[in-house]
């Protein structure tokens, strides 16, 4: 079985590009993501379904005019009302979730992009197989029989987890697998079987198609949140984790505390050694801070020798202990041989009824400066 499992990966890692299990992990199902990913993909798939809702709105009434000249006046009259509903529904979805960025939203905006078509779908199909046509209306006719296969395709236009993309297509084929049970289409029973297996098959390639988005989306949102020196978030990363997390607690009422962590007399070893060396106790200290955090605390890298810890559902007093343990343990040597050490300064959303991050992190840059002042290598916290 654990062969089987290391096959399957090493096949994921050669076809999307996500061999760690982790990765690919994130690629089957989206509950793993990260805030940062999940923001990002938001922003993306309600952009895009904003996009083509709104060239559907302008497009879909257009088709009207094909229908008047190639059907008789019942199924003409029926397709045009079918198509102005539409129409408008697609205009009201390009004006819909314009500055969110949240999934959920996106999940919304998504189910309203595949369930218009496939109600359309579901109302034009059994119309069309009513009536006798011949000649470009039963062309035409014919053609609206494919429209799944277009909406299914349309998957591969979005970053979307496996299981994301299987749950947006089951409607789709759920239609149509209604049209085939009822045998509602001018097609023969073995050809429609064989137009659904063919669905199917396309529905798998848009969804592997997603994926390999969602692969491409994963590695950039972590090279551009990411600093590549230290490996800790940047500072624009950061301080859209920080808005995260504080808006979490403010919603929970749950505390939240911040770290500011300047390292000591460090450009003395800019000055003495040369860059490599300030390079190298970067990461030393950088790698001795993320030690002692937990799974759920953030790591920034503010600029230069600073650096931020987000600690949600932590206080005052929680956040000073944590503080204690890493300048008990150190972050590394100094070039000269020397124990490395920096001054904090901590601040709490509630302690310091704090209005917003950037005042809270302002308060923690405060009191690293007070520890400074007072001799470095200490912390002040917001009990002081």
Not at 69 to 97: D, E, H, K
Not at 228 to 241: D, I, M, Q
């Amino acid at each position: 079985m654990q062969k089987l499992e290391i096959f399957f990966q090493r096949v994921a890692g050669h076809v999307l590009g996500a061999s760690p299990r982790e990765e690919l992990r994130n690629l089957l199902l989206p509950a793993g993501h990260a805030p940062l990913l999940a923001r990002r993909r938001a922003e993306m798939i309600i952009s895009r379904v904003r996009m083509v809702a709104a060239l559907f709105a302008l497009l879909t009434p257009l088709w009207i005019i094909v229908d008047v000249l190639v059907f008789t006046w019942p199924v003409s009259v029926m397709l045009g009302v079918g198509r102005l509903v539409a129409s408008l529904a697609f205009g009201l979805l390009a004006l819909s979730y314009g500055k969110s960025t949240k999934m959920a939203d996106a999940y919304r905006a998504l189910a309203m992009m595949f369930g218009i078509p496939t109600l359309f779908f579901i109302y034009s199909h059994p119309l069309l197989s009513h009536f006798q046509m011949e000649g470009p209306a039963a062309a035409i006719a014919a053609g609206y029989a494919f429209l799944p296969f277009v909406m299914v395709a349309g998957l591969s236009v979005f970053p979307l987890a496996a299981v994301e993309g299987a749950l947006f297509a089951l409607p789709v084929l759920l239609a149509e697998a209604l049209v085939v049970f009822m045998q509602l289409d001018m097609l023969n029973w073995s050809s429609h079987l064989g137009a659904f297996w063919l669905l199917l098959l396309i529905t798998a390639v848009a969804i592997l198609a997603g994926m390999s988005q969602l692969s491409f989306m994963i590695s950039l949102v972590g090279q551009a949140s990411h600093d590549g020196l230290t490996g800790c978030f940047a500072r624009a990363s950061g301080e859209e984790l920080m808005d995260i997390q504080f808006h979490i607690a403010a919603r929970s009422g749950a505390p939240l505390s911040v770290v500011f962590a300047d390292l000591d007399n460090f450009k003395g070893v800019n000055d003495s050694f040369g860059h490599d060396a300030g390079d190298r106790v970067l990461n030393a200290a950088a790698e001795a801070l993320r030690s002692n955090l937990r799974s759920g605390d953030i790591l920034l890298r503010w600029g230069g020798e600073e650096f931020v810890i987000i600690l949600p559902d932590t206080d005052c007093a929680t956040a000073a202990k944590a503080v204690d343990r890493l300048r008990e343990q150190g972050l590394g040597p100094r070039p000269e041989g020397g124990r490395l050490t920096a001054s904090f300064g901590i601040a709490e959303r509630l302690a310091d009824s704090a209005q917003d991050w950037r005042q809270l992190v302002e308060m923690a840059d405060q009191r690293m400066y007070q520890a400074k002042l007072a001799g470095k290598d200490r912390c002040v916290g917001c009990a002081e």
